[in-house]
């Protein structure tokens, strides 16, 4: 029982419940309904996710004895096998869903996603930018696959849904910067080439605070040349846009692991806000 315990903690239920409301969310504003077939859709893209994170945090058992000691799999002991069987049967799961909502080519592109996933936790989380574009691209695209089951994406809903896929992959891209500060003890020891372990903690502090407050602007000018005014989305984004700033200045300002740590979880806590903010304009306004 315990293990089934630390098998369901591996998949990080607090981010896919974070995923799940962003979902209904947009089956809110796009007006989907809840059939089996965009059930099975959302399903397996979350089913996806979880065998990302649990394949992950597989291979992430070195660093995590330095970085994390609590992580599920040394903490319940978790055997390598019990980790594949679990990974597998949610991958499986995942692609026959996506084939039963939508078709066999979303099944391949599901498929591919998954081979991603593996070859991130595998090989690419540990070379320097890449593993944290990778993930950030993924992130993204799992908020502009739900055009996949939409009958007919008008130009204003297509217009937010970019915004919102372009303020993730962002988000994701940094806090994933500022998550790799943090687990630089255990990333060194781990031989990984990640941006800290290569620059140091503190220019990886500066390049990562600059590269906040660089897409805090552009993001901002983006929202200045393409405002939309789809539930009031273009207020919402210009204030996470300043509060991306605002961190930006803060990791410059104290480039040191704690604050990054800080502001990584700070971070998680401003996209939960961001969505709850978007959606009870959405409530009042419908």
Known sequence: MMRL????LITRPLNLFFLICIYWFLAQVSNLGFSFHNL???ASIILTTAAGYAINDHFDIQSDVLN???RPISKYRLTLKNVVLFYSFLNFFAILLSYLSVDIYF???VLLVQLSLLLYARYFKRIALIGNILVALLSSLSILLIVKIIPEVNSEFQTFLLHFSIFIFVYTFTRELFKTIEDTQGDKASNMKTISCLLGIKLSMYASGGALIGFGIGM???EYLFSIQYIYSSYVFALGNIMLLALGFWAIAKPNTKTASRIAKFMKLMMAMFVFVLWLLYSLGS
């Open 5 to 8: 315990y630390g098998l369901f």
């Open 68 to 70: 994390n000691k609590n």
């Open 220 to 222: 901002l000018l983006f």
């Open 40 to 42: 099975a859709f959302f």
């Open 107 to 109: 099944a391949f592109i």
